[in-house]
């Protein structure tokens, strides 16, 4: 029989942090479930690349494969939508960062301590991750200076690819994925010639959004080539490359890069708590389900995801580790 424990007066039944399709989804069905939850949003930031509170989805346009929306939605009001049933079934949202957690080995008697970045201490019985995953840099000298300065690199052509400097003008997508094919797709409504660079000779995009972006009469693909560095002092004018089986070093003349390659986990903040972690940084789960290697610990979506990264397996993986929240809770007499 499991021991009876009122929940701690200070502490929550379920704290949820992050703001995605798996964080609202997780607290949708444990605001149901009348446990209480406290989804921790995050605050918008650059680090280095632009991170909002609703995730990837905020820095997408049109999701076409998210089922029940056979017209499509745009990423953000999807985002509005789910935020809005969580809300209603009477789920406390606040926009702050968590910025370290320290995982407590009964929470079930002592609750496990977060301290957001202002400072505050939250307790709670349980705990969902749900922070996602962030786009990645490819690490080149003069990168970062002209991303951070409005110089015409960034990583989210969805967010950036309609500005002025972009307009009628040659711009390229890094990576071979379908990221760097929407991306780009997306930038041939802008530029006049849209190149994506790639460093092998085929993409790993699905069949479909290869045929999108090359079926746009102002794309074309440089295969085979790696970006060394950007050129420009204020604003990007090309990018140096280099061909992966010539060596050959060429110039591309470019007003904008938008780097398509990839996500890293957000888990930082958890990085020294005792959780479990893959060789890329995604947190590890016990098994099929959403419990991680700490007892009241659980993680949904992205950042617990390298293989399927999408909005309703992530919705999925949210309403899981609520289920194991829920039944965790109830075994362990927490009420
Ligand atoms: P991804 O599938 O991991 O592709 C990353 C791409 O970047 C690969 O082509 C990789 O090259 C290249 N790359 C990685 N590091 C590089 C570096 N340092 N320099 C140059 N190139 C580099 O990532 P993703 O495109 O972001 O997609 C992630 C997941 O989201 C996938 O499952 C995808 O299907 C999904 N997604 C779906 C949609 C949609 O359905 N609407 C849209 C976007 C993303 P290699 O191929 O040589 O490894």
Redesign the pocket.
Known sequence: MPQDHAHAPDAHKLVIIGSGPAGWTAAIYAARARLDPVVYTGVPKQDPGPILPGGQLMLTTE???YPGFPKGVMGPEMMGLFQQQAERFGTTVLMEDIARCEFSKDPAKVPHVLHTAEGKVVKAHAVIIATGATA?W??LPNEMRLATSGGGVSACAVCDGALPPFRDQPLAV?????????EATYLTKFGSTVYII???DS????KV?QERFLSRPNAKVLWNK??VDVLGKDHIEGVELEDTVTKERSTLAVRGLFV????TPATKFIKGSGLEFDEAGYLLLRRRDSHTNLPGVFAAGDVSDAQ???AVTAAGMGCQAALDAERWLAAAGVH
């Open positions: 999701v076409e494969n990645n490819i690490g890094v990576g071979g994925g379908d990221t760097a094919m929407e790639h460093r092998r993409f790993r995009a699905s959004m790696v970006v398509a390659i990839g996500h399927y990264r999408q």
